[in-house]
């Protein structure tokens, strides 16, 4: 898995995060212990640039496809919260927060479902 599938962009498009998809469900288990994971950029800025990465086995064959996605986008959003200096969840944010977590998962679906028809033609 060295070339992304495809690239989310969040923050207002100044971030985005690449999703890397596995040809074989049984390999990538074995070897990651996992069906998915969300692992932080190595270097990144505060509020531009790439922030993460989230690989994930085939999810065409999955049952638990959407809920493995929701899982690793809450863990980028949670590493989001915790790098911002100073910022917190609470009531203030608390719905800004929600909202960038549903565009998030609008838009990976949206790009998964449009990679997924040229991918397995």
């Not at 040809?23 to 990538?28: M, T």
């Not at 989001?80 to 969840?89: D, E, F, S, Y």
């Amino acid at each position: 898995m060295n070339k992304p599938a495809f690239r989310i962009p969040f923050n207002n498009n100044q971030q985005w995060f690449n999703v890397y998809v596995a040809r074989s469900p049984a390999h990538f288990k074995r070897k990651n212990q996992c069906h998915a994971y969300y692992i932080a950029a190595e270097e990144r800025r505060q509020r531009q640039g790439l922030f993460g990465y989230i690989y994930l086995s085939e999810l065409n064959f999955s049952p638990m496809a959407h809920e493995l996605v929701a899982h690793e986008i809450q863990h980028l959003i949670f590493d989001w919260v915790l790098t911002r200096k100073g910022m917190n969840i609470n009531e203030k944010n608390e719905e800004r927060i929600a909202t960038m977590t549903g565009e998030i998962a609008r838009r990976f679906w949206r790009k998964y479902e449009r990679w997924s028809k040229y991918e397995y033609v």
